[in-house]
T-cell receptor
């Protein structure tokens, strides 16, 4: 059974700092890995999707990497802003539909 | 283009009552999903559908039923609500499964069962 773990569970950083969120998964037989953002009381918004054959994806200040063999992904956020404050979820898709981690709650302090 | 919409946004039920949550998408997606999100548990898949007229069980299907009579709609039913079903329910849809899949989520339905 696929299990997805996200560390840390919560993170607080000052504005302008670069930061890394971590995601690990137990079964490397995946189709893709996605990073989502969830604001309080809202639904999920897809940020980046990395297909199993890819190593990384970039969108603006966000960069996500995937090391399928070791079962790890990182989400790098450059020059963090207060507007980045949200919960970030990692999810993997394989033989079953998306399996989610429990998320990292990020607070960026102005 | 509304994306994925969910009805209702919030509902309070008494134990034993029944209700249906409606999910609609206007993106012509084949795949649709129902998740529940609970504190400390993350999102868990309840049921999903790979096309009109099809449904399949996810990780936590007990106590729920689903139907996909039209491609754009996916209904989640609770026949006899229990306090353990208090949660936030999210619907999602995607065009395909597999390598290029991106799931689009609705805003959620908050359900409180007393």
């Amino acid at each position: 059974k696929q299990e997805v773990t996200q560390i840390p569970a919560a993170l607080s950083v000052p504005e302008g700092e670069n930061l890394v969120l971590n995601c690990s998964f137990t079964d490397s037989a995946i189709y893709n890995l996605q990073w989502f953002r969830q604001d309080p009381g809202k639904g999920l918004t897809s940020l980046l999707l990395i297909q199993s054959s890819q190593r990384e994806q970039t969108s603006g200040r966000l960069n996500a990497s995937l090391d399928k063999s070791s079962g790890r992904s990182t989400l790098y956020i450059a020059a963090s802003q207060p507007g980045d404050s949200a919960t970030y979820l990692c999810a993997v898709s394989g033989n079953t539909p998306l399996v989610f981690g429990k998320g990292t709650r990020l607070s960026v302090i102005a | 283009n509304a994306g994925v919409t969910q009805t209702p946004k919030f509902r309070v039920l008494k134990t034993g009552q029944s209700m249906t949550l409606l999910c609609a998408q206007d993106m012509n997606h084949e795949y649709m999903y129902w998740y529940r999100q609970d504190p400390g548990m993350g999102l868990r898949l309840i049921h999903y559908s790979v096309g009109e007229g099809t449904t399949a069980k996810g990780e936590v299907p007990d106590g729920y039923n689903v139907s996909r009579l039209k491609k754009q709609n996916f209904l989640l039913g609770l026949e006899s609500a229990a306090p353990s079903q208090t949660s936030v329910y999210f619907c999602a849809s995607s065009f395909i499964r597999g390598r290029g899949e991106t799931q689009y989520f609705g805003p959620g339905t908050r359900l409180l069962v007393l």
